[in-house]
């Protein structure tokens, strides 16, 4: 059984700052990758930023210069430290995570999603 547990999401005015933590525990031998998608009302899922287990970071264009994904790997935790928010971040944010389990080489796991609104 593997969980990823979110916090970190709320309200925040534009140009302020949040910052996400998701924390994968269970049975997990290993991550392979983990990162974070948003969902807006009426859109798809998109991949915000992602880190690997090499340490290698991507991120999609319009949160560049403003979001920085990092790990913790000895506690299995991922973030995602927002700054310089816009509206437009307002979404669902998911932590997504693909881990090396006892029955899988890379597994795909996901957070419950964690509201951020950005708003004044």
């Known amino acids: 059984q593997v969980q990823l547990v979110e916090s970190g999401g709320g309200l925040v005015q534009p140009g302020g700052s949040l910052r996400l933590s998701c924390a994968a525990s269970?049975?997990?031998?290993?991550?392979?990758?983990m990162g974070w998608y948003r969902q807006a009302p009426g859109k798809g899922r998109e991949l915000v930023a992602a880190i690997t287990s090499g340490g290698s970071t991507n991120y999609e264009d319009s949160v560049k210069g403003r979001f920085t994904i990092s790990r913790d790997s000895a506690n299995n935790t991922v973030y995602l430290q927002m700054t310089s928010l816009k509206p437009e971040d307002t979404a669902v944010y998911y932590c997504?995570?693909?881990?090396?389990?006892?029955?899988?080489?890379?597994?795909?796991?996901w957070g419950q999603g964690t509201q951020v609104t950005v708003s004044s």
């Open positions: 269970g049975s997990i031998i290993s991550i392979n990758s």
């Open positions: 997504n995570a693909g881990l090396r389990t006892f029955t899988s080489l890379n597994r795909n796991f």
